[in-house]
């Protein structure tokens, strides 16, 4: 049986399969495309396809009241994000970040109340995948969306440099003249808006290090389809360690 | 999705600040300094006169800050073309035009408001320059000493098939002026605004 839930920006989880809140009747689950043509004779050439944003609606079945209520205050701590699964034999759970439109709030009637919740998506299904180990990590992406990657360095480190190959060929470097102490960790983030390249120290106090860019490498790492290595380097002598978190992406699932 | 960085930077090409856009639209006619706008849903540091790479997977564009305005949704910002800088009033001594080659002229023309002006916020870092070619006994009708440069950059290209070139390299702190003929077809096609005219639209995805 497909499963939903909504997890809060407290980290909480609601289900949306229990008889207490129960999420049904949906649409707006799969893709669509905002696709533009030119019309020459009979033909017609696409210009430009983009993904539609996700429009998700539905309805819950609530107990009662005080479940409704509870919900709403549920909600209202966002940023929430919809939790997709029970479909594949793996169970595999794919998220959704998303905004609550409209939540309808109806009379309480024989069944509880049969309110109609509308989601709009902040972007499309993903799950994130990790990986970690020494100076080579590869990691396989099954979607041709290109995936953003979270790249987390431990100090102690001097200038690092990476090299990102997708099925065996070069796709980007990236160097960085900056050093790393012992107890630090270095994140460069194509996965978050605008990207991010900085030393963390404890307690999350943090320095950007945009500006240590070697601006004649690409720097931003982004998967592709296949095989992906990564492999990191620096300049100084002890071994590196390294972790990648990818945001792998797909149109629907 | 591959997205388009965006990054500023200084005159002496420190880094200031960088956001990425999934797409952009650029335009560029040697003929007439159009001025392009980017779209950010963040604010970034910019100001009138920051240097604005914008790099994709295969293109990369060069410009200079014109304009930065803010609104609710979005920080837009507006850049024009390198050659803009030339789009000023010099002192050039054109009796030289007799004696030197017409590239050499650009570049000493350059020089002398770029690098020797005596005026730092004026002057650029770390110039180079290649000359690509020879062009003798050029007439450029300059009226007095001091003349508009990218109205000379114009009569250059209509006349000679002379143009300048900015290849800026961040790694390097350097701006390199290209100042050479380019060939008949690229003339063709710099030298008739209708045909120069070249607006792409690069989708990042």
Redesign the interface.
């Known amino acids: 049986m497909r499963t939903f839930a909504l997890i809060n920006a407290l980290g909480s989880r609601w289900s949306l399969n229990d008889m207490d809140s129960f999420f049904h009747t949906m649409k707006g689950l799969g893709q669509g495309y905002d696709t533009s043509y030119t019309r020459i004779g009979n033909r017609f050439i696409q210009q430009?396809s983009?993904l539609s944003q996700k429009k998700i609606t539905g309805k819950i079945r609530f107990r009662g009241y005080s479940d409704f209520s509870d919900f709403s205050a549920f909600i209202q701590h966002k940023p929430l994000t919809l939790v997709y699964g029970g479909f594949t034999p793996e169970n595999n759970e794919y998220l959704l970040d998303v905004v609550v439109k409209t939540l309808e709030k109806s009379e309480l009637e024989n069944g509880g109340l049969q309110c109609n919740i509308n989601f709009e998506s902040l972007g499309t299904y993903y799950k994130i995948m990790c990986a970690e180990g020494g100076s080579v990590i590869t990691m396989h992406s099954d979607t041709v969306?290109?995936a953003g990657v979270r790249i987390c360095i431990q100090g102690p480190c001097v200038n690092p440099y990476y090299r990102h190959y997708l099925n065996s060929i070069e796709v980007c470097s990236g160097r960085f003249m900056c050093s790393i102490p012992t107890g630090h960790k270095m994140i460069i983030d194509t996965i978050k808006?605008?990207?991010e390249v900085k030393d963390y120290a404890e307690y999350d106090n943090d320095t950007d290090l945009?500006?240590t860019?070697?601006?004649?490498t690409?720097r931003?790492v982004?998967l592709g389809y296949g095989e992906n290595v990564l492999e990191f380097f620096h300049d100084g002598s002890s071994a590196l360690n390294v972790k990648v978190e990818a945001k792998i992406e797909y149109e629907s699932v | 999705m591959s997205l388009y960085n965006i990054e500023l930077f200084n005159h002496d090409f420190s880094y200031i600040s960088h956001y990425q856009i999934d797409s952009i639209s650029y335009e560029f006619d040697y003929l007439s300094l159009s001025i392009n706008k980017i779209q950010l849903p963040g604010a970034v540091k910019a100001g009138r006169g920051d240097y604005i790479h914008l790099e994709g997977d295969s293109d990369s564009f060069f410009g200079i800050v014109e304009n930065v305005t803010e609104s609710d949704t979005f920080f837009t910002i507006t850049y024009k073309p390198f050659l803009s800088l030339f789009d000023t009033d010099m002192y050039m001594n054109r009796k030289k035009l007799k004696e030197i080659s017409l590239e050499q002229f650009i570049k000493e023309v350059i020089q002398d408001y770029f690098e020797n002006s005596g005026d730092e916020l004026q002057n650029l870092n770390a110039v180079e320059y290649d000359l690509e070619s020879e062009t003798l006994k050029a007439q450029l009708d300059i009226e007095s000493n001091i003349d508009n440069l990218y109205d000379l950059l114009q009569t250059a290209l209509n006349r000679y098939g002379v143009i300048v070139e900015t290849v800026v390299n961040t790694a390097e702190k350097k701006i390199t002026f290209q100042i050479g003929k380019i060939n008949q077809e690229e003339k063709n096609n710099r030298g008739r605004p209708s045909q120069c005219h070249i607006q792409r639209i690069y989708d990042g995805q």
């Open positions: 430009k983009s969306i290109g808006l605008p990207y945009y500006g860019s070697d601006f004649s690409k931003f982004s």
